[in-house]
Structures are given as C-alpha cells and as structure tokens.
C-alpha cells in the first residue's frame, strides 16, 4: 500500500472555503521567464502555515482585494511545509495585481481546491509526465513527490515543452532533475537559441525518443489545450489504456468548490471532479470542440 | 419539518379565509410572499393584505410573448407563474457576501453575515415546488458549511425556514408542460398548504406539521364530497389541456448523443444569446462573485449576482477567450444542462416544466421543440423536422 499524500484530509481549513480568503505573506519572488513568476507565500496565521496540506495537483484561489480571484496551482512540494509556491502568468487583472503588490505584501488564499493526480494509480508503473509551458507548474509537486517515493515506481520520464529557452519555468531545477539516475529528463523549444543543444519542436515529437511500455504506463499530461489533445491521442495510439491517462484541464473558475457553474464540461465540475481528469470519464467530450 | 403525508387531511377554506391566513403569517413574523399584479405582469411580491393577490386576470403566454386580460373578477389564481419564482428570494439576483478592510496584513471583515429572512411563499406552484426541491439539491439543503457568506449556506438558512403554501393549477399557462415532467398541476409533496380553487374558496390540504398548526388558527371546515370531487375534476382537466408536451421516455440517453447534432445551429441561427431563459429559469444556480472597492473608504466588497452560461465572460479564459464562443455551443451546454447533465449531477431533471424560458424568450425557442428534434438526425440527412407534440397551445377556456 503507498503510503501517500492523498491519505490525508484535504477539506480546506475551516473558512477558507467560504468568501472571505485567508492571508498570506508573499516572502519571496523567483523569476521564472518575462511574464511568469514564482510567488512564495506564507500564511500570515502561523498555525495554518502548520496545518495547510495539500494534494500535487490542487490549486488555490488567490485574491486580490477590490480586483478579484484567480485559480492557481500549487507549484511547491507537498513536503515542503509553511511556505507554498505559486508559480504565475501574468495574464490580467488579478495575476497582474498579484504582481503588484510585491514581496512583504499579502494576498489572500482559498483552497486547496480540486483533485490532484492519482497518486495511488503508479505502483509499479512507468510514469510519463508531459508538461507545456506554465503547464509544468502544478507537475511540480508531482515530481517531487515521485522523487521521494521513487522506489513505487518503475521508470519516471518527464518531458516539457515550451517556446524558447529562456521560457523554461524552473530553469536550475531542470537541470538537477535532469542529472539525477532515476529521473529521464527531456526538454524541447520550439525556439532555439544560439547555446541551445536539446531537441527542437513540439513535446510530442520526444515520444520518439523514449520506449513506451504501453500496459505498464500511466501518463499525466498539463499544458495547453492543443498539447493535452496531442499528447492524450498519441499515447492511446500507442496502446496506453485510456484508463492510465489523465489530463489536467482549464477552465474558468469563480468559487473553486462546485457551486458557481462556471468551470463546467458536460457533467463534470472542473474544480471539483478535476482540474485531473482520467481520460476515460472524459472521452465523450475530450476531443470536442465548445464544450 | 416533518411532512405527514399530503391527502390526509383535506378542508375547506372559504374565500374570506386567506385575509386572517395572511394575517397570522405576518403576525408569526413572516414576510409574505405572494402573486401580486404589477407592470402587467404577475410578480412574486410581499404583501400585507390577501387584497394585494393578484386576482380577476387570466395569462395568455406563448413563445415570446406574455399578455393579462381581464377575468371574472372573484377568480384569484388562475394564471400561470410570471417571470418571478421562489429563486428571487431563497437565492438572490445580487447578495453582499462580505465586506472587509486591509489593515496590516489583516483582511478585517466590516459586514455582518447576510440577514436571513423568513419567507411564507403564499400561492407558488407545483413547478414551483418542484423547483425549490432541485435547487434543494444542488445547494445541499441538509449540508452545513462553516461560513454563512458560503453561496448555500444563505440558501440553506432562508430555505429551513421557509413555509410553502402552494396554489394548484386549474388553469396552466400557455407554455406549461409540467405534466410532463411529472411536476404538477397540483402539488403532491413538499408543501406545508395547499389549496385548490373551487367557486367560493379553496379546497385545503395539509401537507406538514406546521401546516397543521397554521390550519388549526384558521376557519376551516370539513369539505364536502362534491367539494372534493369539483377539486379533482378541475385538476384532471387542467392536467388534460396542459399546452406543451415533452417526451421524457429516453430523452436524457438521447441527449447524451447530440453533441454534434445538426440542430444546434438551426436554434443558434435565431437565438440572441440574451440569457433571459437562464435569468427566468427557477433552478439554474449558476453565479458570479465579483468584487469592488470603495475608492474613499477602503472597503473592498465581494457580491454575489446571478450569472448565465449565455454570457461571455461565463466560461472566458485568459489567453484564448471563452470556450464557448459560438451561440450555438452554448445553447448545447444549457438544454443538455437542463434535460441532460444535470441529472447527472443532481440526479433529478435541471427542468420542471415551469415554460417561463419559452414564454420570456424574446424570440420563441420552445425548449420542448427543441428537444424532440434532437438526437433523431440521420447522417446525412441534414436537419429533420421535429415531430409532432402532444397538446395544443393555449387550449382552455
Ligand atoms: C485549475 C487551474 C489551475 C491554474 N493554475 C495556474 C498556474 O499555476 N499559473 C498560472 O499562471 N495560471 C494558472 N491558471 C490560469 C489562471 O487561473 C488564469 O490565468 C487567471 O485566472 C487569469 O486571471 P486574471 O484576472 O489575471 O485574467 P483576466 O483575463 O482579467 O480574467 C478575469 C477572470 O476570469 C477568470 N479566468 C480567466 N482566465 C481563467 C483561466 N484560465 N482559468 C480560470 N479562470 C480564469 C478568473 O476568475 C479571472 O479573475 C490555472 C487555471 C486553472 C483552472
Ligand atoms: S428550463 Fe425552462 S421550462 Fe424548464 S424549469 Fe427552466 S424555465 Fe422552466
Ligand atoms: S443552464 Fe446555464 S445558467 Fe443554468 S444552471 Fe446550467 S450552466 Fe448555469
Ligand atoms: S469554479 Fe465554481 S463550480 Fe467550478
């Protein structure tokens, strides 16, 4: 039996689920690429800081008073306890206005909210993880979860994709994960710069490039949407079972916990029965447009 | 509330009855909510008088279009529902949640949490009922969350408190089908009252303990069998000539096959996107919590305000826009909501036949039109024409 995360209570804290977010200190700021940062916070109730789990996987809502809320994933590892990372693509108004207020200022959280990856699914599995671009973040604490139980698992490969070099989310990381034995780290650009010596294109031409153990693989797959489509279609042509592939979505999201309707796709609540989904309870709708 | 079961006890309540019946509610601390007559149409309203009912009008409405004529002036409730339902109150168009201030690094709340008001809903519907009973479910009426300001939390505390005398349709509207989604004409359960209107008063049914307790103050009398029996006629009737029909057998399995159904852009080539079905409908929960802020004062404001999934911004996403961008996907998402996903969801139909997204559709889509033509595409084929409903519009007297 793996002993994981997932074992425990992940019901928000008592209030968090409600309107009024709880604070958090924005401690620290690590620039990840020109419009995405990684925002290190801390809740301003130390007994939370103790209390606060969460699943790999989940996210938060993260307001900004007088602005408004934005769904984000929780991007650090589930060890590390007390400070959690969100890592963010300033895109509007409240990922902008999170910006803004800078380190030492606080934003206000709700969450966790959401279903994380499967944990329980990879006894004995190759682990694929495909990742595009800001899609890396909430893979991340995946990652570092599979690190610490590496001995689960059978072969874990992460392949990551995105614009240019310069646009890696956790550059130095990478690169630690990337000499480490038991973790194949494969890293593609569709821009290339003049230092560049990986691979070139899009994250599914990697497939190539790794032996694909169909039966005993479980993929997770979060990037845009046209990567999920592409990564979902070409493992199940490699005969992966619809069953071991899981897809995490996006959606627009207002209250995060199953009421507002917002984040709707055909049946499923998004930020209750998702944001990871299995392939197989989604494959009425997952290749259809407008859903 | 512990409901015996409805038909048990049944009364008579003579006409001069309702004014001491809406008296006592006042008197309880109730507010009353009851059909009133105002912009020429029927609006669920507070009243402090059984004078304020609406009485003396029949309704005339049909795709797009609602209409009062004079009536006999001593019949009170027979028009259908308006645009107004219980939602208005159990579930606000706009509720405060909260209110704060920043200080330090301290969100202060400066707002108490929403004041619950006791509703007495006087003369709402079987449909009406019936829909309290779906909103029910999707709020979790028996579920209990830490804060108030949680989006059910109000729900689930006007609701508890609530009390439902309920009004059986002997004259359905012209877009009802309630029938067919085994909702009304009459009101078989969840009702503390209910009343039928016969020639000098009402035909009263004790549907709860506390609507026991209110009869006991009122001046009822045993009903006599041809009362009864004129009750049962009128409702067998009203059953009988109810407009529009839907075919339930099988629907919500055929739904689940439409995704790429034809049909969709016949309806988008006419629908306007407007979102009045969804802001008309008694069940569509669907919200929006946006926020504001005091320029002067500092006070930030989270509100809570009604939302449809014809709007834009309802399903927006950074970057690439919204995921229903076309009129036509988003048509799809509310009828299969409402016929199909939402039993999945709620395991009852998001649909109680009420026909208020028919009648206030400003250019007529009849769900129940729609419905019945999908699903039934041959490839090929190209759209095929709908199939012919049971019932007529606007068939009684
Ligand atoms: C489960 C989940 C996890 C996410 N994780 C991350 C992450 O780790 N890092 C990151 O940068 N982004 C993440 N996003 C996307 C992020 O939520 C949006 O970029 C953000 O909401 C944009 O808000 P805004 O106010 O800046 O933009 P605006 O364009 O001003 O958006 C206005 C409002 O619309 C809603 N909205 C807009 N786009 C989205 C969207 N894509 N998803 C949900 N609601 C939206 C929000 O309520 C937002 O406040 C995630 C989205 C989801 C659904
Ligand atoms: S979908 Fe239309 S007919 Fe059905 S309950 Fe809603 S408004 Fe009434
Ligand atoms: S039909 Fe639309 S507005 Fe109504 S509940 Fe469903 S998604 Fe929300
Ligand atoms: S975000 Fe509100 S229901 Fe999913």
Known sequence: ?291 | MSQTSAGDQKYFLPRAGLEPLVGILRQRGYTVLAPTRRDEIIALAPVESADQIARGVHDHQDGGRYRLTQADPEVMFEYGPGADSPKRYLFPPELPLVELRVRGNRFIPTSQPPAIAQYAFLGIRACELAAIKVQDRVFGLEGQDTLCADAAEYYRRTRRRALLIAVNCTRPGGTCFCASMGTGPAATEGFDLSLTELRDGFLLTVGSQAGAALGAELDLRAPTSAEEGLAEMKLAAARAHMPRHLDTRGLKERLEQTIDDPNWERVAARCLSCGNCTMVCPTCFCFTVSDSSGLTDGVYGRTRRWESCFSHQFSYVAGSGPVRSTIAARYRHWLRHKLCTWQDQFGVSGCVGCGRCITWCPVGIDLTEEAQRLGRHVPGAGAVPIPKAGGTKEALP
């Open chain 1, 1 to 291: 039996m793996i002993q994981h995360v997932a074992d425990m209570d992940y019901r928000p804290p008592p209030g968090m689920g409600g309107w009024l977010p709880v604070e958090a200190t924005i401690v620290n700021i690590q620039p990840e690429n020109f419009n995405t940062r990684t925002f290190t916070l801390r809740f301003v109730d130390e007994s939370l800081c103790e209390s606060y789990r969460f699943e790999p996987g989940q996210f938060n809502m993260l307001f900004v008073p007088g602005v408004g809320e934005a769904a984000i994933s929780i991007s650090s590892s589930p060890y590390q306890i007390g400070a959690l990372d969100h890592t963010i693509r300033m895109v509007g108004a409240v990922t902008r206005g999170i910006d803004r207020i800078g380190v030492g200022g606080i934003v206000g959280v709700r969450g966790p909210f959401g279903r994380g990856w499967p944990l329980h699914k990879l006894a004995g599995k190759d682990v694929i993880i495909v990742g595009g671009g800001i899609g890396l973040a909430p893979l991340r604490p995946l990652i570092h979860w599979l690190l610490r139980h590496r001995e689960q698992c059978r072969r874990v490969v992460l392949l990551y994709g995105c614009r240019s070099p310069e646009d890696r989310l956790y550059a130095a990381e990478l690169e630690a994960w990337s000499g480490r034995s038991d973790l194949d780290v494969l890293v593609t650009v569709d821009n290339a710069d003049e230092h560049w010596t990986g691979p070139v294109g899009v994250v599914t031409n990697l497939l190539r490039r790794i032996k694909v153990n169909a039966e005993q693989t479980v993929v997770f797959v979060c990037g845009p949407r046209v990567l999920n489509r592409a990564a979902a279609w070409n493992f199940l042509q490699l005969h992966v079972p619809p069953a071991q592939v899981y897809v995490s979505l996006e959606r627009n999201m207002n209250c995060g916990f199953g009421r507002c309707g917002h984040c709707q796709y055909g049946k499923h609540f998004v930020c209750r029965d998702g944001p990871v989904f299995c392939f197989a309870d989604i494959a009425d709708i997952f290749a259809k447009e407008e859903i």
